[in-house]
């Protein structure tokens, strides 16, 4: 077990991941933000209060904000395009495509409300599909923070890992986990629990339900490995090939279609390097709806529960 | 139309009826280094209607940014002249092609240059049919929020697109009255007189405090007889005759 405890996050990841992207503005002299008028939503207004001629507000039209992001871009100038995930990954999905991946510029997205973690927004505004669309882009790296420290460690990241990176950000504040001295590196992870039974890899919110799932299953003799698999792309190979040699199977739990999300790159690398007794949790093939947050975990089948009843599912010990 | 006949594919209209604009582009108005195709200070062009690319793709090898004999290899494996231009190709500042984008990629190239305090200009060439994109205007609102008077577009109206006329296929009316309503200083000319393009141009680098858009009328395949005025050629590969004639019409029959 980590030594860290956990305790309530004060901040939401997107408040966390601003937050430290103001304090780079003194760091790093030459970034630019882009917002979509939501800026008091993604807290991106932070930046743009201590640097207003470095903070462009496009309106409410992320296609052109994108896509102008680019244009800034292209002399190598970093920016950083601020929206919610629904929005940045399908409206202008073929401006983050065409115009920012193609060309592999240094455009970073600071991806709010990701999966339905905007759970009482409804679907409109939950972004379930966005690990698919920005995963499949060409050049594009993609990071999801599970908590206050990493957010902030992870804009680093971001700014300075060379092309175009989304990093997926939650709406509302769970749990804090790490640490200031937590390093954090693209194509990195944490093994949060260790085990030999079974590894669960998860990433962002999933990270707490998997913690308390491995709690669960601990009460029936079984020792779940909990890995956060924080770089989602590239994801840490070898971290997982060693957990998958002590444990011999694996759970993915995320908070996205089951379909091209984690689960299925997973999937498909463990049939062609390493098969294991497998299983992947997240929506199937639906739509969620408005409610809290923990409802739908419970209702979609993203719960605590869930986690440990597939684990000992693939165990055959249900 | 050579480069498109070798590359049995292309856009033949739209880039005939661009093609005095950007000729006087690149002979007369760009701040350019050949030498040097990422030079910071050098002005920016972004063919928008980037399937008008052959017509770009000749002015650039004619301004010594590769070799003459890449334009015989358009489209083809292999050829760094990609269908829709790219931002690998010397001289080209960045892919282009997918229509509605252009407008918002100068939009950023210009705050770029605002912000770096240079005094280069974006100039971005729009199709009239590509004005059906809602992104345009999401570009052109931004645009004159941000001042960004280094930013001037110029239509191509030559009311075809592919589909068919453009007032049948989406009729835009007034697209310069448009641009005016969204803020920006607006001109209208003949898109063939050299003469006039230059001069317009002069005016809208003149221009402070909002960008300018010029809207140029055109003709679709202007210079070739059989093509003018139709929108069966705004795709259209020409066969060995039709290459022959359209070559005589252009350059006299001494070609």
């Known amino acids: 077990m980590r030594p860290h405890a956990m305790t309530p996050a004060t901040v939401p990841t997107r408040k966390a991941f601003s937050e430290r992207m103001a304090e780079y503005g003194a760091i790093d002299g030459d970034f630019v933000v882009f917002e979509a008028d939501i800026g008091y939503s993604t807290f991106s207004h932070l930046f743009g209060d201590q640097y207003p001629e470095r903070y462009f507000n496009m309106g409410i039209a992320e296609g052109n904000m994108v896509s102008a992001a680019a244009g800034m871009a292209a002399d190598g100038r970093t920016v ?136 669960i299953l601990a009460k029936d003799g079984i020792r779940a490995e909990v890995i956060d698999l924080y770089s989602v792309k590239p994801f840490d190979r070898e971290t997982l090939v060693r957990s998958l040699r002590k444990t011999g199977a694996l759970v993915v739990a995320e908070n996205h279609q089951k379909r091209n999300g984690l689960g299925y790159e997973l999937s498909n690398f463990c049939l062609k390097n390493h098969v294991v007794p497998f299983d992947n949790l997240g929506l199937e093939d639906t739509f969620t709806e408005s409610g809290s947050y923990p409802k739908l975990l419970d209702k979609y089948g993203l719960s605590k529960h869930h986690i440990a009843e597939s684990a000992k599912r693939i165990l055959g010990r249900n | 139309m050579d480069m498109i006949y070798k590359a049995k594919s292309g856009h033949p209209g739209g880039a005939l009826s661009a093609a005095d604009i950007v000729t006087a582009l690149y002979f007369d108005i760009l701040r350019l280094d050949p030498g040097n195709p990422r030079w910071p200070e050098r002005d920016r062009f972004l063919l928008s209607k980037g399937h008008a690319c052959p017509v770009l793709y000749a002015c650039l090898a004619m301004r010594g940014y590769f070799g003459f004999e890449h334009l015989d290899t358009l489209r083809q494996f292999g050829s760094i002249l990609q269908g829709h231009p790219i931002r690998k190709t010397p001289g080209i500042d960045m892919t282009t092609g997918s229509l509605g984008h252009g407008l918002s990629i100068g939009l950023g190239m210009a705050l770029d240059g605002k912000l770096r305090k240079k005094d280069y200009r974006v100039y ?31 239509v191509d109206r030559n009311r075809l697109q592919m589909d068919g006329c453009c007032d049948e296929v989406m009729p835009m009316g007034n697209i310069a009255a448009k641009f005016r309503a969204f803020g920006w200083k607006t001109f209208e000319i ?66």
């Open chain 2, 124 to 154: 971005v060439m729009l199709g009239d049919g590509e004005t059906n994109e809602g992104h345009i205007w999401e570009a052109a609102m931004a645009a004159a929020k941000y001042k960004t008077d280094n930013l001037i577009a110029i």
């Open chain 1, 80 to 215: 950083v395009a601020s929206s919610y995930g629904v929005f940045l990954t399908m409206r202008a999905l073929e401006s983050v495509r065409t115009f920012v991946c193609y060309p592999d510029l240094n455009v970073k997205f600071l991806s709010s409300h990701g999966g339905f973690t905007p759970a009482i927004d409804g679907v409109t505004h939950q972004a379930t599909e966005d690990i698919a669309n920005m995963t499949t882009l060409p050049n594009m790296k993609v990071l999801v923070p599970a908590d206050t420290w990493s957010s902030r460690k992870l804009f680093d990241v971001t700014l300075q890992t060379p092309g175009p990176v989304f990093v997926r950000l939650m709406r509302d504040p769970i749990l804090d986990l790490y640490e200031a001295g937590d390093s954090f590196v693209m194509g990195g992870s944490h093994v949060l629990i260790e085990g030999t039974d079974v590894t669960i890899a998860t990433y962002g919110d999933i990270v707490f339900e998997a913690i308390e799932a491995a709690t």
């Open chain 2, 190 to 255: 003949d898109g063939h007189n050299v003469a006039e393009i230059l001069r317009t141009i002069e005016k809208a680098r003149k221009v402070r405090g909002k960008p300018s858009c010029i809207v140029a009328r055109t003709v679709k395949g202007k210079g070739v007889s059989y093509m003018e005025d139709r929108f069966e050629w705004h795709g259209k590969c020409p066969d060995i005759d039709q290459l022959t004639c359209a070559m005589k019409e252009i350059w006299g029959e001494d070609s």
